[in-house]
């Protein structure tokens, strides 16, 4: 039975197992010729999934010519994961990361696996959990291959992920106030609710902060709990 001894108090019920199909569905992504890239729409890749905390669209380096049909078939969207498909070290392989962004649809590359968001789970917190070191370890040892580490849509579908029913908890309007425009000039950030931010890298509010801690805190608990 899954219950950690040191918990949050909203925190009852047990932790439930559930393979990722139940709540993604994996495609691998797409790969142009050379004379598709630097313009288009933008496309995630392996660098974007490992230099951010988690993605919008305003983050995203590449650009790629592609049609409505193919940009349909290959959306990421809002609560959409991403995972790195191909890498050289043992310890990279499959590192996960969400797109949290609501206003443009972005698509992604090759070398990138993406789960299509089909199940109910805070996008935010799930983005932590897979990024857990007993999450981290589930993922790594799928890898295979000799000079390159890869893996594959079906090891994805088959990991068992743990969630709890009071992840739900963490509203997605919660989740909403932690991500500001970082176009948005100071005296709009002024006059707007919920949005009044001190200036950081990332433009996270204090709430923020102290939200992804305390997400970060309890996937560190329950990852030293089930080790």
Known sequence: MLVPKLRFKEFKNEWNEI??????????????????????IKYISVGDILNNT????D?????????????????????????QRSSE???????ANVYLDKKQIATFGGFVIRGKKIGNYNPLFFNY??????????????????????????????MLASLNDAYDALKETKTDTIITDTKTDTANKTN?????????????SLFGYVGLLCIALLGFIYSKRYE
Request: overall charge positive; some cysteine; glycine content about 10%.
């Open 19 to 40: 393979t990722l199909k139940k709540i993604l569905s994996f495609k691998n992504g797409i790969n142009g010729d050379k004379d598709s890239y630097g313009y288009g």
């Open 54 to 57: 988690y993605i919008t669209y």
């Open 59 to 83: 983050k995203i380096k590449g650009l790629i010519d592609i049609n409505d049909k193919t940009l349909k078939e290959n959306s990421v969207e809002y609560g959409d994961m991403v995972f």
């Open 89 to 95: 070290t043992f310890n990279d392989i499959g590192q």
């Open 129 to 158: 959990l897979l990024k857990s070191p007993c999450n981290r370890k589930k993922i790594i040892v799928k890898g295979a291959g000799a000079q390159h580490y890869n893996i594959s849509q079906e090891e994805l579908e088959s």
């Open 192 to 204: 707007t609710t919920n949005k009044n931010t001190a200036k950081t890298g990332d433009d996270v």
